[in-house]
């Protein structure tokens, strides 16, 4: 998919049916299941927003809704732990949770 394109068509969920897959040059949507033709293209927000400009209230209804996303920096800890495990989250967002993580010295998550 055309980046500039198409991806004002892609809306969030907590429980995506896409996911973002990032290169070192590049990156692509790439679908994590087949999706039905009448079915939204969906994937995690937070997964490429540290923190958001402007939070929203997800209605997306999953088990595991975030209710309000606000971006990765304000995920738990083990959900963090989860999306980096399942190599999910963009280069930028991990470089700014390590950032973060280095500055407030708590545990670190992602090294």
Same mark, same amino acid.
């Given at each position: 998919?055309?980046?500039? /394109? ?18 070192? *040059? ?11 033709? *009448? ?5 995690? /927000? ?30 738990? *800890? ?32 992602? /090294?």
């Amino acid at each position: 998919m055309e980046p500039s /394109y198409g991806m004002k068509f892609v809306n969030h969920s907590c429980q995506p049916n896409s996911r973002i897959v990032f290169g070192k *040059d590049n990156w692509s949507l790439e679908s994590m299941q087949e999706i039905p033709s *009448d079915e939204a293209i969906t994937y995690n /927000y937070v997964t490429t927003e540290f923190e958001l400009t402007s939070e929203f209230n997800c209605r997306c209804k999953a088990n595991n809704c975030l209710t309000k996303v606000k971006g990765f920096k304000y995920l738990t *800890d083990s959900v963090k732990e989860k999306m980096i495990k399942e190599n999910l989250i963009s280069p930028v967002v991990m470089q700014l949770h390590l950032k973060e993580q280095k500055e407030s010295g708590f545990p670190k998550i992602g /090294y």
